[in-house]
Each structure stands twice: as structure tokens, then as C-alpha cells.
């Protein structure tokens, strides 16, 4: 027989597996051009990526979002533009 707490794991577990089939996020690259700067750690070139995120539930659309990320050409991390 299984103990209490295994049982209450199983049923967190498939709480949030049920969760992952119902909500998704989509990401798509729509294009890349070279940025101002370089790269604090390295002195790499700076990539600018613009891409379009879509957030659905149960296949439904709920809303979509264009952002732009920054990344070092050189090194591949991942930059933070502050304003």
C-alpha cells in the first residue's frame, strides 16, 4: 500500500501535467539584425532577435507579444537591455 504523501505527489504530479497539455507557449524567430554595443563579458558583437511568443489555452489563442532579445555573437549568452 502506498503512503499518504506518495499519493498526494501523484496527484500533484498529474495536476501539473494536465496543466502543461492545456496551456503552451509558442515562440518564432521573425528576424535578427546586428545591435549597437558588445558584449560586457566578452566583447562580442551583440545580436538583436525579434521574436513572437503566442500563449494558448487548449489551443485557443489567448494573446500574442513581439519582444526583442539580446545576445552575445561570440559567447551566446543572454543579454538584459535596461532603458
Known amino acids: 500500500m502506498t503512503s ?3 499519493r498526494r505527489k501523484t496527484k ?3 495536476r501539473e ?11 518564432k524567430v521573425l528576424g ?4 549597437p ?3 560586457p563579458y566578452c566583447g ?4 538583436a532577435t525579434d ?3 503566442a500563449r494558448r489555452l487548449c ?5 500574442r507579444r513581439i519582444k526583442r532579445k539580446y545576445s552575445c555573437t561570440h559567447c551566446s549568452r543572454r543579454l538584459v537591455a535596461y532603458p
Not at 501535467?17 to 515562440?27: A, D, G, K, T
Not at 562580442?44 to 545580436?47: D, I, R, S, T
Open 51 to 53: 521574436v513572437e511568443s
Open 17 to 27: 501535467m494536465c496543466l502543461v497539455l492545456l496551456c503552451s507557449e509558442e515562440e
Open 4 to 6: 499518504p504523501c506518495r
Open 37 to 39: 554595443g558588445s558584449c
Open 44 to 47: 562580442g558583437a551583440v545580436m
Open 59 to 63: 489551443f485557443l489563442p489567448l494573446c
Open 32 to 35: 535578427t539584425q546586428q545591435a
Open 12 to 14: 500533484r504530479r498529474a
